[in-house]
């Protein structure tokens, strides 16, 4: 059997291999570093899932209508009706490979995090990606010793490989040796956000460049929303980046508060009184940035009211992290806090099933634009990646495998367009425009003038050529949604407009980036 | 703060390696040894203390908050991570070298397969579903942060690349089935433990001082030890 070929091996890219792995069809999961080092394990607060262990009468239903308001309706809702009526079985297989979740006396405890009515998300303290990350590493490696999964864990995507429109295979680069090889077969992309488009602004890896999500848009893979980034609003910076102060401070009870003539004003508790601290991440990213243009200053998270207790058993990482970076002990004193770039809801189009509009070509994780909307909700990430990375390989298991041998790769001396990297000098101006253009509050003029300046760039290789047309689709899908929804606020038109809940669609034809609204499905269960 | 850079650089495997010294300066009291190598990558005009051109310094980073283990090289003498090396703490002189226990592929990057070799001959995986209670659940948890980042054995005076005993990047995530499998499947992972990770082992917990993510490593052998080795399960 013709190997499955895997991009990224963060969670997504790893629950697709053993996903592969346990049906017996070999895979290569291909990534520029280890799974140690992916992105997945900085994932701090936990995954969701309708467990009811809480006694709330919680349901995968009501997971389903949180997940869908919390996009604001722009998910496709067959495929967030799976995802939510699968995360029970992914966390209870979590616990079975041996994730030791917070527990209670009987069973896991769940916690509250943003958007949500209900406890819903199970967590081990804050380092939940971490320790996921652990036990599905394990779980890959029974499969690497039977020969199943063979990893190449120092080699970088290049292009795919195409005929007729269709995807053949993929073209990798091994870092250490310099030499390239194509792997003819089907592909699954996992390769994660597109942080380097925003470098020292995000809040996760340097690793995931965008290169990836780039170089498959310039070869025709449609991307969704583009435009839909989500700001979290507690980031602090650090040196080279900025750093997650997890939602979970919050859902264990921290307040966010703004001095108002001189007193400390709990203005999401006002403003938003039903959900307040815990609204959902776009909501309160941009309560934070008016009450600071109308107040000036800085917004402080305070979890100083925090019992001993929480801080011990369930944040006592996190207290750690801040005591070490910021040199403040959170448990006595608030902390400033400032909304930061942490998640791509747009990326690579696909429908429920995982296929990309290229034949051949599937995709899951963060890269994709899979369910969630115009803002994601905290805790749905790793369940999507989880979620997804089995998904798109039970839809590889039904249509994607191909009878050929499988080869060893051969890496040879092979030239190739995309060898050389985009220069810092061209890197820092694109990012630079697009945060011009794709702020927390945007307008039209501000994205006419960053599409402007776009285009007055001159990108000097094929790489560099690649990033402007994803740069281009992100400002273009903003400029065209003439509405507010989810992450993407237009104060020139503050409201939302019916007839825009669509998916924006942008695809790279002859040259151009075009952009288009698609239509959502009905529910059909 | 002004501080020289002494870089130990080679280009590729097989060539000769140097070092060059490279000044740099920053008014960031937090900026760290990845801060200094990301913004001389980040400016191609960079040039050394001579005036020669700098070009591209190879070294993995990542997460750059000490949470993914890429960045481990050895600063100062001691293996450590360069995203948690404050520059104000290195003096105004700091040796940067790669780690020495592994091949070098080009400047700072060296290549630590034989990790991951090591966890496969230990055939680390839960061949049953895991059963965590109580007081395993805690060492589960401590023993699943390991970052395979490398620097235990790097200052391990018993661990070498390719020998018998697989020091403590290995016993730490050992701990974590041996805590959570059930007594009845664990009869192969006691018998590798004894071989791979017990008796090579001379206790001087010189890992323990050096490791980024500060687990608790003598807790998990005196946990380990005691599953393995005697057989007995603390509650
Ligand atoms: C600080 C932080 C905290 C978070 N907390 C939570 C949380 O509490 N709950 C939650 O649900 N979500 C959280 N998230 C989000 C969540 O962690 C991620 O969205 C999710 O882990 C993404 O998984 P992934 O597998 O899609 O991608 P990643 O884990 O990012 O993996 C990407 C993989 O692709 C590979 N790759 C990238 N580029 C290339 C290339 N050119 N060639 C080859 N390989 C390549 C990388 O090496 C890597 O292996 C958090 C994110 C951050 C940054
Ligand atoms: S205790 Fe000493 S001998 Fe044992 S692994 Fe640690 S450094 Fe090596
Ligand atoms: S035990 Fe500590 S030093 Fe050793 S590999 Fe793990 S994290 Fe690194
Ligand atoms: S870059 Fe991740 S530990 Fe330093």
């Known amino acids: 059997m013709q190997r499955i070929h895997i991009i990224g091996a963060g969670l997504a890219g790893l629950s697709a291999a053993v996903t592969l792995g346990a049906a017996g069809i070999p895979c290569h999961l291909i990534s520029l570093q280890p799974s140690e080092r992916a992105q997945s394990v900085l994932a701090e607060g936990g995954i969701n899932a309708a467990l009811d262990t809480m006694g709330e009468g919680d349901t995968p239903e009501q997971h389903f209508q949180d997940t869908m308001r919390g996009g604001v309706y722009l998910a496709d809702p067959n495929a967030v009706a799976n995802l939510t009526g699968g995360a029970p079985e992914i966390v209870r297989r979590l616990e079975s490979l041996g994730v030791p979740f917070n527990r209670g006396e009987h069973d896991l405890i769940l916690r509250n995090f943003g958007g949500q009515k209900r406890k819903r998300t199970a967590y081990v303290k804050s380092s939940t990606g971490k320790i996921i990350m652990t036990a599905l590493i394990d779980e890959a490696r029974k499969y690497e010793a039977a020969g199943l999964i063979r990893r190449l864990p120092h080699h970088a995507f290049l292009r795919l490989m195409k005929e007729n429109g269709q995807c053949t295979g993929v073209r990798i680069r091994d870092c250490y040796s310099g030499m390239t090889a194509d792997l003819p077969g089907t592909v699954l992309l996992c390769s994660g956000g597109m942080n380097g488009l925003f470098p020292g602004m995000t809040t996760g890896t340097t690793q995931n460049s965008g290169d990836v999500t780039a170089a498959v848009f310039a070869q025709g893979a449609a991307l969704g929303n583009p435009e839909m980034l989500q700001y979290h609003p507690t980031t602090v910076g650090i040196p080279g980046k900025r750093m997650l102060v997890t939602e979970a401070a919050r859902g264990e009870g921290g307040r966010l508060y703004i001095l108002r003539g001189g007193e400390k004003w709990y203005f999401m508790e006002e403003l938003h009184p039903e959900l307040g601290n815990l609204s959902p991440r776009d909501v309160v990213a941009r309560t934070m940035y008016f009450v600071r243009r109308e107040h000036g200053g800085s917004v402080y998270l305070d979890m100083t009211a925090l019992p001993e207790d929480t801080w011990q058993k369930k944040l006592s990482d996190l207290r750690e992290e801040i005591e070490h970076y910021l040199a403040i002990d959170p448990k006595t004193e608030p902390i400033p806090v400032q909304e930061g770039i942490h998640y791509f809801m747009g990326g690579l189009d696909t429908d429920a099933e995982h296929r990309t509009n290229l034949p051949g070509l599937y995709a899951a994780g963060e890269c994709t634009c899979q369910y969630h909307g115009a803002n994601r909700l905290g805790g749905n990430s790793m369940l999507g990646a989880l979620y997804g990375g089995r998904r798109a390989a039970q839809t590889i298991l039904r249509e994607g495998l191909q009878e050929a041998p499988d080869q060893q790769p051969e890496f040879r001396e092979m030239p190739d367009a995309l060898d050389a990297p985009a220069s810092p000098g061209f890197i820092r101006p694109v990012s630079d425009i697009l945060l011009s253009g794709l702020g927390i509050v945007r307008n039209e003029q501000a994205l006419d003038a960053a599409l402007g300046a776009l285009a007055r760039l001159h990108p000097e290789n094929a790489r560099e050529e690649n990033r402007l047309a994803l740069a281009q689709a992100m400002l273009l899908g903003a400029r065209e949604r003439r509405e507010s929804r989810g992450a993407h606020y237009r104060e020139d038109y503050p409201q939302q407009d019916d007839s825009l809940r669509k998916t924006t669609i942008a695809v790279f034809a002859d040259g151009q980036v075009h952009v288009t609204f698609r239509p959502l499905p009905e529910r059909r269960m | ?235």
């Open chain 2, 1 to 235: 703060m002004r501080i020289l850079l002494e870089i130990l650089r080679r280009e590729h495997a097989g060539a000769k390696p140097y070092v060059q010294c490279i000044p740099y300066e920053t008014d960031d009291a937090a900026a760290t040894v990845a801060t200094a190598l990301r913004q001389i990558n980040a400016d191609p005009g960079t040039v050394d203390a001579d005036g020669a051109p700098v070009g591209e310094i190879r070294w993995e980073c990542s997460c750059l908050q000490k949470k993914c283990g890429a960045c481990a090289m050895v600063i100062g003498g001691v293996p450590r991570l360069a995203c948690d090396a404050r520059l104000s703490e290195c003096g105004e002189r700091v040796r940067i070298e790669p780690l020495r226990k592994f091949p070098v592929i080009a400047d700072l990057i060296v290549d630590r397969s034989i990790l991951f070799e090591n966890l496969k001959t230990m055939q680390l995986w839960m061949q049953e579903a895991a059963a965590a209670e109580g007081r395993a659940v805690d060492t589960a948890y401590e023993a699943s942060r390991c970052l395979q980042c490398g620097c235990c054995l790097e200052i391990c005076p018993n661990w070498y690349a390719g020998g018998v005993f697989f020091g403590t990047a290995a016993i730490v995530p050992t701990s974590r089935l041996l805590t959570t499998l059930p007594d009845a499947v664990q009869k192969e992972l006691r018998r590798a433990y004894r071989k791979h990770l017990y008796g090579g082992c001379g206790k001087s917990l010189a890992c323990r001082k050096v490791c980024p993510a500060g687990i608790d490593i003598d807790g998990l052998l005196v946990n380990s030890n005691a599953i393995a080795v005697w057989r007995r399960r603390r509650k």
